[in-house]
């Protein structure tokens, strides 16, 4: 075993109060630490001014509090073809797709481990809110701590062998800890803002966004059984269980987008939180990821459809193409296709896939895709 | 694990001497050099000492030297003070595209002020080419601005025959300086020279000093409002520690240029070859013949500069890809790609390794074998182990 001090740690920061914190254990901790910039997405406005560059100059102050080396990266390149396309085709699929698990695939462990472990580095950390466990040379992902921050969610694409040179130093923390060592070691970026929304997005209009990228196709609004209800601005701007911009009006309950229609152009709507029609017992996933090796082909296990939503319990089948069917033990409301589904048997994270197609009573629901 | 500079292109560690001749000067020196009273009059005389020193290590009048704070004011002045000041004479502004930033911005600013720009290109040695210059010279060409020695590869540009073409033109002839200073012989006079540029910190002097040579007659707009300073071309009480240590430095490079040359082409060799004998697979970009002895850029197939320059960090060695960085991440060079083309691998492996006071016969070759080691980890598909 290595010690600390030959140990290189590559620390991904993002210029946040977490990754600033996570390099800060692992300096105290007598690390070889290295802090390390990605620049994905060039948001460079007419004036020359990104958020990147601020964000990096963070970073920059951050490292020389902590008197660590700092370096960027950019990805850029892979950042748009393996995550911002992948982000538009689900978006023209009339799916509602998740760029943050598709980010942590791909680019922060696969492309910028492998760029950390070009440098020399024994481990990347990153400022998530998970647990690496090493069980007897199994190397397993369990939940963060702090139940309100886990992000297990988005790293369920992650396998063993990249969570065996990962460390998560603030898995055992809750957010509010992370805040108060940041804030005792007067570290510039204790108080600052955490990053809502998709990354490349930011704080801006997201129907703003997304119209820049792919056409919009207004058409109408109709409830199931055929009764006009409206126009919409086009299918991608809305998910299901969406409540927000319909604009129906009228007595009654409030109204929601029960599904799509991509051939046809029809937004499907219906009236009430619980209507029947958002509730389904079953679906099928696609791009399944076990952490650990999943032989049985039927299991009980818990799973989330959505970020930070409460377990359910549900069976598992392994069908033979590698996906899966997972039936619920209660009906779940707004299953929505393009989202991952994440399994866990307690606070160990078993993987996950994407939502592909949502059922009711064994019967695939056409209308949410 | 020592640590190894080899980016003199970027700056220089001063001269022990050159701190020596300053210290004094911060205290006892401290008159402002336009006061009508003896404390003003002892630092006018420094001040004057050293501008001749300057004029004389380009064979100017040392009417001719305005101090500014560094290069990037003194390529601002000569490029945007002479457009501005000649716009009755034409409206046309010639330069490369292989510029430092501190013309290139300069030029782009001139465009949205109104001005036509031509941006002429490079071969692929990185050389400016007359028949190019000849043909985007018109009537209305003002101002050409051409460096001496690119900043990235080290390539000397055709100076004097440049000079020579715009001899019987109204265009002043810029041409930035600031990487063949204390290194090349340069004569303003015979090579027809209107406006050159050089940098104290880039010849083991102090930051934030540097000079435009403006020649006798030059008409030059201000670009900085107030006394009287620098005849009225650079208002702003003198630097005067920073302008005597900069007199040191140009001292102590212009007696010893002969030796100082052939010992940094003794390193680029000695570099080249160690890489060479290690197996390490690259090319040097530009052409070596041309080059000043300081520099040396080369490519590295099958790497990039992010990775390479992190580790070589990493490893102790300082080196750069010359080029600007946006939010820490590094850019293809826009000089490489002026002499490759976009997207051409080159752009993105390629470090520039530049010589000076600092190395050593041992510290060259330490740094080439470290280089080498890297190049072959990142190139041989090897994870290693430290």
């Known amino acids: 075993m290595k010690n600390n001090q030959d140990t290189r740690v590559v620390v991904g920061m993002s210029g946040g109060v977490d990754s600033s914190v996570a390099a800060l254990l692992l300096k105290e901790q007598g690390y070889d630490v290295v802090g390390i910039f990605m620049k994905n997405w060039d948001d460079t406005d007419e004036d020359g001014v990104c958020t990147a560059t601020e964000d990096f100059d963070d970073v920059v102050r951050v490292c020389n509090q902590l008197d660590i080396p700092y370096f960027a990266v950019n990805f850029e390149k892979q950042y748009w073809d393996k995550v911002f396309t992948y982000f538009l085709d689900e978006y023209k699929a009339g799916r509602t797709p998740n760029p943050d698990v598709m980010c942590n695939k791909e680019i922060k462990f696969k492309a910028f481990l492998d760029h950390a472990m070009s440098l020399g580095a024994d481990y990347l950390a990153t400022g998530h809110y998970a647990q690496v466990r090493n069980n007897n040379g199994t190397f397993e992902m369990l939940r963060g701590a702090d139940s309100n921050k886990d992000q297990t969610y988005f790293l369920n694409q992650l396998t063993e062998d990249v969570l065996e040179r990962v460390m998560f130093p603030l898995g055992h923390m809750t957010k509010q800890e992370v805040r108060a060592i940041a804030e005792e070691h007067g570290l510039v970026t204790a108080a600052k803002k955490d990053s809502t929304g998709i990354c490349f997005i930011g704080e801006r209009n997201f129907k703003e966004f997304l119209s820049e990228y792919l056409p919009a196709q207004p058409g109408t609004m109709k409830t199931l059984d055929g009764v006009e209800k409206g126009k919409h601005d086009g299918l991608m701007y809305y998910t299901i269980g969406q409540r927000q911009g319909l604009g129906i009006g009228g007595s009654g309950d409030p109204w929601f987008v029960v599904g799509k229609d991509l051939e046809d152009n029809v937004l499907y709507v219906g009236q009430g939180f619980d209507n029947e029609k958002l509730y389904s017992n079953s679906l099928i996933a696609s791009d399944v990821n076990w952490i650990n090796d999943r032989t049985e082909e039927t299991f009980t296990c818990t799973a989330k459809f959505r970020y930070r939503q409460k377990d359910s319990t549900v069976t598992v089948t392994q069908m033979a193409n590698g996906n899966v069917h997972v039936a619920f033990n209660e009906p779940q409301r707004a299953i929505t296709p393009g989202q991952a589904v994440v399994f866990y048997d307690g606070d160990v994270c078993l993987g996950g896939g994407t939502i592909d197609k949502v059922l009711k009573h064994g019967q695939q629901l056409a209308y949410v895709g | ?386």
């Open chain 2, 1 to 386: 694990m020592e640590h190894i500079y080899m980016d003199h292109a970027a700056t220089t560690p001063m001269d022990k001497r050159v701190a020596e001749a300053m210290t004094p000067i911060f205290v006892d020196v401290f008159g402002n050099p336009s006061s009508v009273h003896s404390f003003g009059r002892t630092a006018r005389q420094y001040l004057d000492g050293a501008r001749r020193t300057m004029a004389r290590s380009i064979h100017a009048d040392e009417k001719e030297i305005i101090f500014t704070s560094g290069g990037t004011e003194a390529d601002n002045l000569a490029i945007i003070g002479t457009a501005l000041a000649n716009r009755h004479k034409g409206n046309h502004v010639i330069t490369t595209v292989q510029e430092h930033h501190a013309s290139l911005h300069a030029a782009q600013y001139l465009e949205k002020e109104g001005f036509d720009v031509t941006y002429l290109p490079v071969d692929e040695k990185g050389i400016v080419s007359l028949d190019k210059l000849k043909d985007a010279l018109t009537d209305e060409t003002i101002v050409v601005s051409i460096m001496f020695v690119n900043n990235e590869t080290g390539m000397i540009q055709p100076v004097e025959a440049i000079g020579k073409l715009l001899n019987d033109h109204q265009a002043y002839f810029h041409t930035d300086a600031v990487q063949a200073f204390g290194l090349l012989d340069i004569n303003v006079k015979q090579a027809g020279i209107d406006l050159l540029t050089v940098s104290a910190h880039k010849i083991n002097g102090p930051k934030g000093i540097g000079f435009l040579y403006a020649a006798d007659g030059v008409s030059m707009q201000t670009l900085q409002f107030g006394g009287e300073q620098e005849r009225k071309r650079r208002p702003g009480t003198e630097n005067v520690p920073a302008v005597v240590g900069f007199q040191k430095a140009v001292e102590l490079a212009m007696e010893n240029k002969t030796e100082r040359c052939q010992t940094y082409w003794r390193y680029k060799e000695q570099f080249i070859e160690k890489l060479a004998n290690n197996g390490v697979k690259f090319t040097v970009n530009g052409d070596l013949e041309k080059s000043i002895a300081s520099i040396v850029n080369i490519s590295f197939p099958g790497t990039n500069v992010e990775t390479l320059l992190t580790n070589f960090d990493l490893d102790g060695l300082a080196a750069s890809s010359g080029s600007a960085c946006t939010a820490g991440s590094v850019e293809p060079s826009h000089v490489l790609a002026a002499m490759f083309g976009d997207g051409d691998e080159r752009t993105t492996n390629s470090i520039r390794f530049s010589f000076g006071l600092f190395n050593t016969d041992e510290n060259v070759p330490e740094a080439a074998d470290r280089v080498a080691n890297i190049v072959q980890r990142l190139t041989g598909g090897r994870r290693q182990n430290r």
